[in-house]
């Protein structure tokens, strides 16, 4: 099979799962709000595919969920932050490989927890209301990341028999 079919439908199954996991998968927190595992997906497949790839699974997959969700206020900014939480994952394993992992993933949630407080903070124009989800939000990339570190040798391992 051609090695872009492969890619594209790599990257259609992952940005369902990004989906599926942001939308569906919920823990409730005690900001009375939730926690969602989309970031566990994005940064699992911003490892494995290239940094334009890698956009479309984290971008598209949650801003899709934002949309479907009821949250279609944050799709654009979604799109944005997650796309670029993707695209930085992605281009650090394709340049230093799994010695970048937790640089990588650490940089991921910086991006997502600046991102959301930036953009949160021009919605409701005061930086303390902001603040409040900056907890949550790091709890919720770390749960991430710790997921995604956990399957990626796993999906690595079935993806590089997809790819050949």
């Known amino acids: 099979m051609n090695k872009n079919i492969k890619e594209i439908t790599l990257t ?3 940005t369902a799962l990004v989906f599926v996991t942001t939308m569906y998968i919920k823990v409730p ?3 009375g709000g939730y926690f969602n595992l989309g970031d566990s997906m994005l940064m699992l497949f911003s490892a494995i595919l290239n940094p334009f790839y890698a956009f479309v699974v984290g971008g598209i997959g949650s801003a899709l969920a934002d949309v479907i969700g009821g949250y279609a206020q944050y799709a654009i900014p979604t799109l944005i932050i997650k796309g670029t939480e993707a695209v930085f994952v992605s281009y650090l394993f394709m340049k230093f490989g799994n010695k ?5 993933y650490a940089g991921a949630i910086v991006i ?3 991102g959301y407080f930036l953009i949160e903070w021009g919605m409701y124009g005061d930086a303390l209301v902001s603040l409040t989800a900056v907890p949550a939000n790091i709890v919720q990339g770390v749960a991430g990341a710790v997921i995604a570190f956990v399957l990626l040798n796993k999906v690595t391992q079935l993806t590089e028999n997809y790819r050949k």
């Open 100 to 104: 970048a992992k937790w640089v990588a």
């Open 112 to 114: 997502m927890v600046s």
């Open 29 to 31: 927190n005690s900001l």
């Open 12 to 14: 259609g199954l992952a």
